[in-house]
């Protein structure tokens, strides 16, 4: 086994040879010390976002073959800057630290004597328009609403501008640097300045900073030349807002009738901006329209917002019944008392918090109070999730908590992740279940196990075409040769690594392969016997035994009974008699037949075509046992690998034996390291043999560079591409490729991937900006709401036209025979 461990710059990359599954991490890094120049110690090892830490093993880790291993080398600090860090860190951040000692505390203290002073009663005799203690209706900024809101507070404007100017002087006075000085003194003014002119489009009642806003706005500088400190009703939690008279009006009392209200008149109604037909906001509505019906009644006008923001228009009012009369400052009172003595004003109707129990007191709701009993009550006992933001109750946990915990984060029993599943950087890892059940974890040998190619797993899958694809594959040729069965595997001819027959019980066998098992079967090339499976005591981890007990005709044996064309019998099998109308099963011959059969290849596995299933029956075999036999004979248009045309045919296409990559690199350096330790008696003795076969080696087995060969490309097929005028320089970018050595199928297939499937695309719909995607990836793209190329984001519009490119999809299809089967 081999791996590739490359830094994590990407500068050096090393292929490391003589691993194993099995092998330690520690041992692993012991390799590592001479190629990259680092000790042990300072090595750490990444693979898949984990870091590998000693006394476990790749195959904990399910590091594959050829896998990339990340390594980061850390760098021992100089002595001198270890001694100066720990001795001088303080005094090294200089002013910077004294200045930050120094502003923090005023900061704090200035922002608690705010606090201090809103909290406190209202001392102030001034008195304009409004008083301290008058119920009024607001303006909310932020969205031009109104809302119900009582004056804490009235201060003059000259007051608020001598508090900035102070606020100006300290923070001229904690900076250092005279050049500062000036430049954060303008940068406050010109801040306030701001501030002062957006004020009405940046004030919002929810935020604390949204009150600095308010207190230097325009309000300032408009009406009687007063701020009104105010508190809105039902939100105490937003804090005191300063607002000029001009926000400000008496508390809407007088509820008109619909009949009374007239085109161009100028009411306050109830409305919701982002959904009409809910409850909203109050705001000012000049009526533009007025319908009346027997059965309906309806108010369309102009809503207006906050000051300097375009009205809606052709608003359509839903509650009718629910119309103010805008009030006036001297018409009415806005003393409480008056108020109470009257028995208004009513109280208004907004949008509810929480749209599931419409913030109803009696109502029990578990969005919006207790997630666990839905309970309301008291509130103060209530934690929120920082993840679902759900709140608890302390005493509604399992188990209930005594009190708020006091932590920065919390989260609930169903949002908390099981620290003890958890595996942090450096940690040891947890217990597989799955990997505790397998039979190597419960051997006690000491064999290592884990160094041959049957026990690495698959590096890429075929996707061309689905598993239970029956015929052959797009793009592998007969007679094209694997050196081990996981290649063939990845390969999509036979997807099984061990096993001899793929296929499934009701529907049939795909592929089989031929590997010589069975003494008894017969072979002649173009027919042959083969035995099913079963029938052996292969407990443990055992690859192969001798017979012990008699096959039956179920699981693989049945799905390859099924490829025949005649009757399915499970007691004395059939034969059909038109065999090749029978399922078509793709034939792999390994070299281990070939002690037994001419036709078998010297190396590896091969694949030698389509066969059809003739017959199939029960009989004794020399072990004794009753085995089913099966009679395959050969229906492939392309010629057999060892025929001669098959020969010739092979030999032109360059078909050699395909070895895994990193493999030939591999086994050179086995045997540099082989004939480094012989002795030079050993080495005169073999020199010979050593030469013949580094030149075999070199000429046969070269790197994947060598034996690339230029693919012939049809006229017939360059007509094709020359229709698809769309993709024009994608196919001369894949005719560059395939010139350079690259297979015609690989090019297509890595320049027609679809983005979002990662296939080859089915039904391609070209995007104007020459990008293929599959159909269907791209309805579920729009049905999503997304309208753009999924490759570069190019908007294609919300009607864009989902024409199929037939002339690119023809020639899809025939590259692939099959691949749309299952899309």
């Not at 007063?226 to 008496?250: A, C, M, N, T, W």
């Not at 579920?780 to 984001?793: G, I, N």
Request: with cysteine.
């Amino acid at each position: 086994m081999w791996i590739q461990v490359r830094t994590f710059d990407g500068k050096t990359s090393k292929q490391i040879d003589g691993l194993s599954k099995l092998t330690k991490i520690e041992d692993l890094q012991k390799k590592l010390v001479e190629p990259f120049d680092a000790p042990i110690e300072s090595q750490r090892l990444f693979y898949r976002g984990k870091q590998l830490v000693n006394g476990h093993t790749l195959f904990d880790y399910d590091v594959g073959l050829n896998n990339i291993i990340q390594l980061m080398v850390r760098k021992n600090l100089p002595q001198e800057n270890k001694t100066s860090q720990e001795s001088g860190g303080k005094a090294d951040s200089g002013i910077a630290s004294d200045g930050s000692d120094t502003e923090q505390p005023t900061s704090s203290s200035t922002s608690s004597a705010i606090k201090e002073d809103e909290s406190k009663p209202s001392t102030s005799s001034l008195q304009g328009l409004y008083k301290v203690g008058d119920i009024i209706d607001a303006m909310d900024l932020s969205v031009g609403a109104w809302f119900e809101a009582e004056i804490v507070k009235v201060t003059e404007q000259e007051e608020i501008n001598n508090n900035q100017e102070k606020d100006e002087d300290k923070e001229e006075k904690n900076d250092s640097d005279g050049e500062n000085k000036e430049k954060v003194k303008n940068d406050i003014l010109d801040s306030k300045t701001a501030s002062n002119h957006d004020n009405t489009t940046t004030s919002n009642k929810g935020e604390s900073g949204d009150i600095n806003h308010s207190e230097s706005g325009s309000a300032n500088n408009k009406g009687d030349g007063l701020v009104y400190h105010v508190k809105f009703e039902d939100y105490d939690d937003q804090g005191i807002v300063q607002l000029s008279s001009d926000y400000l009006r008496p508390r809407a009392r007088t509820t008109l009738n619909f009949d009374d209200i007239s085109v161009g008149d100028v009411v306050m109604a109830n409305y919701n901006c982002d959904e009409p037909n809910e409850r909203g906001f109050w705001y000012d509505v000049e009526v533009t329209q007025l319908k009346s019906s027997r059965t309906v009644k309806e108010i369309v006008g102009n809503i207006r917002l906050a000051p300097g923001v375009e009205p809606l228009t052709d608003c359509r009012i839903r509650f009718t019944d629910e119309i103010f009369k805008i009030e006036k400052h001297g018409e009415v009172s806005c003393d409480p008392k008056d108020l109470s003595a009257e028995g208004s004003p009513i109280k208004r109707l907004t949008q509810p918090e929480c749209d599931r129990c419409k913030d109803k007191p009696s109502r029990k709701c578990k969005y919006c109070s207790c997630h666990q009993c839905g309970g309301k009550e008291e509130p103060d006992k209530q934690i929120m999730c920082d993840e679902c933001d759900m709140a608890y109750h302390i005493y509604c946990l399992d188990p209930p908590l005594s009190e708020i915990p006091d932590v920065e984060e919390w989260y609930c029993p169903l949002c908390k992740n099981d620290t003890s599943a958890v595996v942090h950087a450096g940690e040891r890892l947890k217990g597989s279940k799955k990997k505790s059940k397998m039979a190597s974890a419960k051997s006690t040998s000491s064999r290592d196990w884990g160094k041959g190619m049957a026990c690495q797993g698959r590096t890429k899958v075929c996707t061309i075409v689905p598993p239970n694809h029956f015929g052959s594959i797009p793009g592998i040729h007969v007679g094209q040769m694997w050196k081990f069965r996981v290649q063939v595997s990845e390969a999509g001819v036979h997807r099984p690594q061990v096993g001899g027959i793929h296929g499934r019980e009701n529907e049939g066998a795909f592929s089989i392969v031929l590997s010589g098992a069975f003494l008894d079967e017969k072979d002649n090339g173009d027919d042959f016997t083969y035995t099913g499976s079963g029938g052996r005591d292969l407990s443990g981890n055992k690859r192969t035994a001798e017979q012990s007990c008699d096959q039956k005709l179920t699981k693989m044996n049945l799905a390859l009974a099924r490829n025949c064309n005649a009757p399915l019998d499970r007691v004395n099998g059939n034969e059909a008699q038109d065999w090749r109308g029978g399922k078509p099963v793709r034939v792999v011959r390994n070299c281990k037949g070939r002690k037994h059969s001419k036709y078998a290849p010297e190396e590896g596995n091969r694949y030698d075509g389509i066969f059809k299933v003739v017959k199939y029956w029960p009989e004794r075999g020399k072990s004794g046992f009753l085995v089913w036999r099966y009679l395959l004979r050969r229906d492939d248009p392309e010629a057999a690998p060892w025929s001669k045309a098959g020969k010739e045919r092979v030999k032109k296409l360059g078909l050699t034996v395909e070895y895994p990559e990193g493999y030939l690199e591999a086994m050179a350096a086995k045997e540099r390291e082989k004939s480094n330790s012989e002795s030079d008696e050993e080495k005169e003795k073999k020199s010979k043999g050593k030469r013949k076969l580094s030149k075999e080696d070199s000429s046969g087995k070269g790197s994947p560079s060598a034996k690339k060969r230029k693919q012939a490309i049809s006229s017939e097929f360059k007509k094709q591409i020359k229709e698809d005028v769309e993709n024009t320089k994608i196919w001369n970018d894949v005719i560059e490729a395939v010139s350079g050595g690259e297979k015609l199928l690989t090019a297509v297939e890595e320049a027609f991937t679809c983005i979002c499937c990662q296939e080859v695309v089915y039904k391609p719909i070209t995007t104007p900006c020459k990008h293929n995607v599959c159909k269907s990836c791209l309805q579920r793209s729009f049905k999503a709401d997304v309208h753009s190329c999924p490759y570069c984001r190019h908007e294609l519009g919300k009607g864009f036209d989902m024409t199929v490119n037939d002339s690119l999809s023809k020639i899809l299809c025939e590259l692939f025979p099959g691949y749309e089967a299952g899309r």
